[in-house]
């Protein structure tokens, strides 16, 4: 099979902050600028979760043969340090995972949400209990779950490594965030990296990544990695220019292989 691509919208979240990138703006970005087929959505772009309105974002995608690879949902992370919190995220977690099966998301992220560098059991199995619901809700309409590497306790191989053998559901995976773990030296990270390849739904390459690519990619593809190649940018000035620099480094250096 020939690698796959997707670019992350956040990587426009310089553009989207002073009004001038929509999601179906960024559907024809992706789509026609770059000439991806899948797309990367970050729920914080969305406008609503009205019905008909994430009905309008499917047809659009559809209209431009756009796959969603990913929704990438922030703020419906299970674990909060208050119960007025945990209800708000909670709402939004079902309002998300409606919007990725209008959508037909192949995956959905949600971050854990513990804001510390390690997790308690009590908190792990609030979570995972949390998780295997969102799971299998995504299990209903043919989608991958998990979480990220992203902030807080998740960045912890250990809590990730524990969640998975809790939640326990055949579609439960790992959004990677390469080389942002807590591991003390950058083998170590890469070593956490290359862990959790193989079992990844998804994966953000960002500037460094992308920088390293013809290092670190070809490990990654040896590892096993199966699933889309996304861009994320994390700079919010030059977004188009800086998109097309670390694509074009992916596709360099990944689209060689078949795997």
């Not at 919190?85 to 990725?100: E, M, P, Q, R, T």
């Not at 074009?248 to 078949?258: D, E, K, L, M, T």
């Amino acid at each position: 099979m020939k690698p796959l691509f997707s670019i992350a919208s956040y990587s426009f979240h310089g553009l989207f902050r002073i009004g001038a990138m929509t999601p179906v703006q960024y559907f024809e970005t992706v789509r026609y600028r770059y000439n991806v087929t899948h797309a990367d959505l970050w729920n914080h772009m969305l406008q609503s979760y009205d019905d008909d309105y994430l009905h309008m974002l499917r047809a659009q995608m559809d209209e431009r043969g756009l796959i969603l690879a990913n929704l990438c949902c922030d703020g419906a992370h299970p674990w909060n340090d208050t119960q007025e919190g945990c209800d708000k995220n909670d709402a939004l977690a079902a309002d998300c995972l409606k919007a990725a099966r209008i959508l037909g998301a192949q995956s959905v992220r949600m971050d854990v949400g513990i804001p510390t560098h390690t997790a308690t059991d009590e908190q792990i199995e609030y979570v995972a209990g949390k998780f295997r619901s969102y799971s299998q809700t995504c299990l209903s309409f043919g989608a991958k779950f998990g979480p990220e590497n992203h902030w807080g306790a998740s960045r912890d191989i250990h809590v990730i490594r524990k969640l998975a053998q809790a939640v326990n559901t055949p579609n439960y995976a790992h959004l990677l965030h390469l080389g942002n773990w807590l591991a003390e030296t950058p083998e170590d990270k890469l070593a956490c990296d290359l862990e959790m390849a193989p079992k990844a739904m998804h994966i953000h390459m960002h500037y460094d990544a992308c920088l390293n690519a013809d290092y670190l990619f070809p490990l990654l593809i040896k590892a096993g990695y199966p699933g889309v190649w996304s861009i994320e940018s994390h700079l919010s000035t030059n977004e188009y220019q800086n998109v097309a620099f670390q694509l074009a480094q992916a596709r360099r250096v990944i689209s060689p292989f078949n795997y």
